[in-house]
């Protein structure tokens, strides 16, 4: 019989010493709700860690991206451009409200949008008789996209930039912090993220009016009254107290995971990059990347006729968690009608490429059994 040995993730939680503290203090204070210390004390630190000037926690990075098109009056038919080399979220509170996303490909530095491509879809647009109303540029992997490049294009036609940077907290971009480039920045805590509050998001920006907005949609949007009195639609988004407690035990290790993080990529770029046909992602000058996945891709005309697949697949077997690179959403069947301006550049990276096992918790023995079996694949 084989003995399996125990599972290695892609990305799994890794919590420091002062998490627990912070949510006893919540609960022998009895601050079990979407407000408290614990939330007033996290958007501190996530302001004073990005340089931002402001931020809201909320329940997740999705809700965060759904406020900031609400607040920018986003509504039915109206077009928002969004990076097609991402996860579903970015797209998805698009769809929310009844907006049509319109799809760009990415470009090869850092596979993130197409700065070319996102001017001649604007154009485009324009020409057809719409202008976009909101760009979404996404840091995927933890990889900054050219964002000083695409926030000059958006200067030009006056439309604003929401980052989606769910991925990329800790990196940045000549040494300004991911997502605090554009009008907003999303951020995500999910479970698989650099840092984790079990389940949550925040949205950041430059514009006090703003957070403050996001914190009133996002706590069902009570006019101030005795009663419960409303004149806008709002939403349960808050986070709560617990979880931001999470949160700023996080906060404290963040330097620290994308070391680690950083440090894992540097493993595998140090064990398998001399493998024919496997190629990592360098960062290029001025970027600086949290390294939250390691990615490869495999070019199997190189490597002997091993494909991504097969790697992926001989890893499975042995109990180790990969993952293809994520599927373009204009490839989605849930979005492919919609408008795309595609190279073909974010289809091969989803046919050849992997994710690795990228978590800032891996052991060297862990790490070690990646890098034998991925070797044992050629
Ligand atoms: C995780 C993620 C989100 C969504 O964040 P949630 O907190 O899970 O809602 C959005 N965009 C990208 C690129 C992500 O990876």
Redesign the pocket.
């Known amino acids: 019989m084989k003995n399996i040995a125990a599972k290695v993730w892609l990305s799994s939680p890794h919590m420091g010493s002062e998490e627990f503290n912070y949510v006893k203090e919540a609960f022998d204070t009895n601050w079990i709700a979407p407000l408290g210390p614990n939330v007033n004390g996290f958007e501190q630190d996530l302001q004073s860690f990005t340089g931002a000037k402001h931020a809201a926690a909320l329940s ?4 965060a ?1 759904h406020l900031a098109l609400i607040m920018l009056g986003v509504g039915p038919g109206d077009e928002i451009i969004c990076q097609s080399f ?2 579903s ?2 797209a998805n509170p698009i769809v929310y409200l009844g907006a049509v996303p319109i799809f760009i490909d990415s470009e090869p530095d850092t596979w993130n949008m197409s700065p070319e491509l996102l001017e001649q879809a604007i154009k485009d647009r324009i020409a057809k008789g719409k202008k976009p109303k909101a760009i979404i540029p ?1 840091h ?1 992997y933890g990889m900054p996209c050219q964002i000083e490049r695409i926030i000059a294009i958006a200067a030009v036609y006056d439309i604003p930039v929401i980052e ?1 940077a ?2 990329a907290l800790g990196s940045t971009c000549n040494g300004k912090a991911a997502g605090t480039f554009g009008l907003m920045g ?1 951020l ?3 479970g ?2 650099i840092i984790t509050t079990s ?3 925040a949205l950041i920006s430059d514009s006090g009016k703003l957070i403050e907005k996001a914190r009133f949609l996002s706590t069902q949007a009570r006019d101030p009254a005795p009663h419960y009195q409303h004149s806008e639609i709002g939403y349960n988004y808050r986070m709560s107290n617990v979880c931001a407690g999470i949160g700023r035990g996080q906060m404290q290790v963040l330097a620290q995971r994308v070391k680690q993080r950083r440090g894992v990529y540097a493993y595998y770029v140090k064990h398998i990059s001399h493998l024919p046909g496997i190629t990592f992602l360098p960062e290029p000058e001025r970027l600086f990347s949290n390294r939250w996945l390691t990615t490869i891709t495999v070019d199997k005309t190189k490597t002997g006729g091993v494909d991504r697949e097969a790697i992926r697949l001989s890893l499975e077997e042995e109990n180790i968690e990969s993952r293809p690179l994520w599927k373009p959403m204009h490839l989605q069947p849930v979005f492919e009608a919609y408008p795309s301006y595609v190279n073909g550049l974010s289809e091969k990276l989803f046919n050849d490429g992997l994710c690795l096992p990228s978590g800032s918790n891996l052991t060297e023995f862990d790490l070690e059994r990646v890098v034998d079996h991925i070797k044992a694949c050629f």
């Not at 997740?60 to 809700?63: E, I, K, L, Q, Y």
């Open positions: 997740s990075g999705t809700a991206l991402t996860f979220a970015s996404v995927l989606d769910a991925e999303v995500s805590f999910n698989n993220k389940g949550g998001g």
